[in-house]
Every structure is written in structure tokens, then in C-alpha cells.
Nanobody, 127 residues
Framework: QVQLVESGGGLVQAGGSLRLSCAAS????????MGWFRQAPGKEREFVAS????????YYAASVKGRFTISRDNAKNTVYLQMNSLKPEDTAVYYC????????????????????WGQGTQVTVSS
């Protein structure tokens, strides 16, 4: 069982930055693919970014590539999402997710591949 707790959300002006954190419980954090998803009001949840076990392989949604960076510190059981050049359309509840994997290079971008989810943190970008 893995429990995930996100933090770092808030209100920021367009062009600003935020860093989200997701703290995970469990001893096998380093063998989970970690991902970030988001859900805006009235819209379906969408993939944002994914990181393999070591962080050596990452993958981003086209809408955030070049602006967002996913990273992880396995010693601290924490995954981060650095968000720069924020836009009003980035406003959403952001969720952290963990998915079991047997490959150190695996990443996932489908929500069905993730086994555990956090409760979400609100990010609001004002224009």
C-alpha cells in the first residue's frame, strides 16, 4: 500500500512558478513509476508528466513540455513538479499517482496504469 500526499498548490499570476511536492509512504517508492495528472472544472482528468524509477526517463504532455519538470528524490520518497511560465489554462486540481513497474525505464501516461492516487492540490493561475 502506498499513500500519497500532495502539497505546494496555490494562487499565482500568469507567468509565475510553483513547485508541487508529493510525499509517498512505503518502502518500495523507488520501484514505482510516478506521475502527475490534473483536472480542470468541467473537464476530464488529463496526464501531465511521468517519471521512471530513477528519474532517468521522463515524459510530458505536449501542453506542458518545456515549462514543467518532473523530478524525484527516492531517498525522501518524494516526487516534484516544477511549473514555470504558468498560464491560466494550467488552472486545475493536480494529482500525484504511483504505478507498479518491473522496468526501470518505464513511464506511464494512461491513468489506468497507476495504482495509487493522492487527494489533489489546487493550482489557480490568474490572468
Amino acid at each position: 500500500q502506498v499513500q500519497l500526499v500532495e502539497s505546494g498548490g496555490g494562487l499565482v499570476q500568469a507567468g509565475g512558478s510553483l513547485r508541487l511536492s508529493c510525499a509517498a509512504s512505503g518502502r518500495t517508492f523507488s520501484t514505482y513509476v510516478m506521475g502527475w495528472f490534473r483536472q480542470a472544472p468541467g473537464k476530464e482528468r488529463e496526464f501531465v508528466a511521468s517519471s521512471s524509477w530513477s528519474g532517468g526517463n521522463t515524459y510530458y504532455a505536449a501542453s506542458v513540455k518545456g515549462r514543467f519538470t518532473i523530478s524525484r528524490d527516492n531517498a525522501k520518497n518524494t516526487v516534484y513538479l516544477q511549473m514555470n511560465s504558468l498560464k491560466p489554462e494550467d488552472t486545475a486540481v493536480y494529482y500525484c499517482a504511483a504505478g507498479r513497474s518491473t522496468s526501470r525505464l518505464m513511464i506511464y501516461y494512461h491513468s489506468d496504469d497507476y495504482d495509487y492516487w493522492g487527494q489533489g492540490t489546487q493550482v489557480t493561475v490568474s490572468s
